[in-house]
């Protein structure tokens, strides 16, 4: 197979975190005989810095004319002013809206060999395996009137929550989809006992179960499933939520793999089975930032980025054991007590983001032999 990826490293970390997640693409590339062309976009503060923009028309189209795309990290200190037009965020953000990247796949996987590493006692860990749906375009982040003014009661700013009916039953059919090949339960999350939008939520997620019915749905509000995440993680099979919501508990979700290096993530424009199909290129990225404060210092975790290439195989190409080379390669360097330095312990063989790369590399070398 040829495979054609975009790659976007963009900014603080993100370039060191994808330079290590290529070097494994091409390892597996090379590994089964496949074809890959790459190219590579500016997107964010570098490409601010470049061309004034957060996404120039040329990474755009680099995008619409590849198979999928790996992403980095966009921002950092020396584009954060509240006063600034354009925000490195606005590079990905738009991407999502341009290739209607509705749906963002963040699977929560505790490794037994990680187990330490967690705040989290070691009998909360055991058996957590999830997947957290996030509803990507919509909401929050992206709805009208989106702005700022001042007037002479003073400064003021709105942002709009907004969800079509549309919206909510295509995330809601990628979430039942997903479990149908799990555990069979959906836990939708939602803020229903005071939003007219959660409200909706809860009615189209009930009436989408309805033709799913080996599959067991729950509805919860987003503060209790943030209590959960930590009471009980275990309890959860696929989580769906709205845009802002997804956001936070994913994040949250990272303390149960001791950090957020280690969840990598997947934004589609369909569903799981619809994406090796689709004319347009999914996204797959870590879900950490750039973490411009250890940035150049070559101690930030790529195994998210490196498990997002996974991802990009299974769900783009529908190469799954390709898919499972990598994370077979990941879990066997994480239980010869390799680590980078938000993971380390006593007990740990402490190494940089290269050589984490080249440790995962090499396990996925071996297996030609």
């Not at 970390?13 to 091409?26: F, I, R, S």
């Not at 997947?266 to 619809?274: D, F, R, T, V």
Request: proline share 4%; charged share 25%; glycine share 8%.
């Amino acid at each position: 197979m040829k495979l054609n990826v975009a790659i976007l490293p963009g900014d603080g970390v993100g370039p060191e975190v994808t330079a290590e997640a290529e070097k494994v693409l091409h390892s597996v590339v090379s590994r089964f005989g496949h074809k890959l062309d790459t190219s590579i976009g500016l997107i964010g503060g570098s490409a601010i810095d470049e061309t004034g923009t957060a996404l120039p028309e040329n990474t755009l189209n680099i995008c619409r004319n590849s198979d999928a795309i790996l992403f980095g990290a966009v921002g950092g200190p020396k584009w954060d002013s509240a006063s600034s037009s354009i925000r490195p965020e606005d590079g990905i953000l738009a991407i999502r809206k341009e290739l209607g990247l509705f749906a963002n796949i963040r699977p929560v996987k505790a490794y037994n060999s990680l187990i330490h590493s967690s705040p989290l006692k070691e009998d909360r860990l055991s058996g957590v395996d999830m997947v957290i749906v996030r509803e990507l375009t919509g909401g929050l982040y992206f709805a009208q009137p989106k702005k700022r003014w001042a007037d002479e009661s003073g400064r003021q700013a709105v942002d709009t929550l907004l969800y079509s009916e549309n919206e909510i039953f295509r995330i809601m059919k990628v979430a039942f989809e997903l479990a149908s090949t799990r555990k069979l339960k959906v836990t939708s999350v939602d803020k229903f006992n005071v939003l007219e939008t959660g409200r909706l939520w809860r009615e189209i997620a009930t009436e989408v179960s309805s033709d799913y019915p080996d599959i067991d749905l729950e509805h919860m509000l987003v503060d209790n499933a943030a209590m959960q995440l930590v009471r009980a993680p275990a309890k959860f099979d696929v989580i769906v939520s709205e845009n802002t919501f997804g956001d936070i508990l994913s994040d949250e979700a990272s303390v149960l793999t001791g950090s957020m290096g280690m969840l990598p993530s997947a934004s589609l424009s369909g569903s799981i089975s619809e994406s090796a199909a689709s004319s347009k290129a999914s996204l797959y990225e870590p879900i950490h930032g750039s973490a411009p404060d250890i940035q150049g210092k070559g101690v930030a975790n790529p195994i998210a980025a490196i498990l997002s290439v996974a991802m990009m195989l299974r769900y783009s190409f529908d190469l799954r054991e390709e898919a499972e080379v990598i994370e077979l390669a990941v879990q066997d360097t994480l239980d010869s007590q390799y680590r980078t330095p938000d993971l380390a312990t006593d007990k740990s063989i402490v190494v940089s983001t290269s050589e984490m790369g080249l440790q995962i590399t090499n396990r996925i070398n071996k297996t030609t032999n």
